[in-house]
């Protein structure tokens, strides 16, 4: 247990981040770098999300999107149906960008982030892309993670921790 309690303490922890994810200012956009989608994309987070969607192909996987609620109890099936996407093309529609410049991509312990129902993910890209290379389970739970964040999943309660074994429980290791 000693490399997956270390491994899962790797992930996000979102209390208190708000203010650190509060939407850009018109302008303020430029100086994120586009990670996926986009010239000069970092290879190491497209194929992250490309693990993740092979992942998510599994019925076994999706059931990870039943097991949790937002907080009007809908459950992120529910809310992905809704959109009448699929799990991996609801992905094609998540935007990631180097989180370099957020302050939570100071602290040791976080990979990524979001808010609940934003499709923006900042990827503390040093740490994730390392991460990816030692461990690429970890980095596709990490974007499968973050997905149930977009679409509405809050943190503390459930702990971030939780969220990942939940994610490495349905969708393998």
């Keep these: 247990m000693g490399r997956t309690a270390g491994v ?7 209390g208190g981040i708000d203010a650190d994810l509060r939407p850009l200012a018109a ?28 992942r998510l192909a599994g019925a076994p996987c999706r059931k990870v999107f039943e097991d949790f609620t937002d907080a009007s109890g809908r459950t992120l099936q529910q809310n ?18 180097d989180g370099i410049d957020r302050g ?30 030692s461990y690429p389970p970890l980095a596709e739970a990490v974007i499968i993670h973050e ?6 999943l809050g943190e503390n309660p459930p702990y971030s921790t939780d969220i990942t074994a939940r994610v490495f429980e349905r969708c393998g290791r």
Excluded at 8 to 14: D, E, K, P, S, T
Excluded at 82 to 91: I, Q
Aim: with cysteine.
């Design 27 to 54: 302008g303020q956009g430029a100086r994120y770098r586009r990670l996926v989608g986009v010239k000069g994309e970092d290879l190491e987070v497209k194929w992250a999300v490309l693990g993740a969607q092979r």
């Design 147 to 152: 997905t149930l964040h977009t679409l509405g």
């Design 8 to 14: 899962l303490l790797a992930v996000l922890v979102m």
């Design 104 to 133: 939570l991509c100071r602290s040791p312990n976080v990979l990524a982030m979001t808010m609940p129902r934003s499709r923006v993910v900042f990827v503390c890209r040093e740490r994730f892309v390392a991460a990816r290379r």
């Design 80 to 97: 992905l149906d809704a959109l009448d996407l699929t799990p991996a093309d609801y992905l094609d529609q998540i935007v990631f960008y």
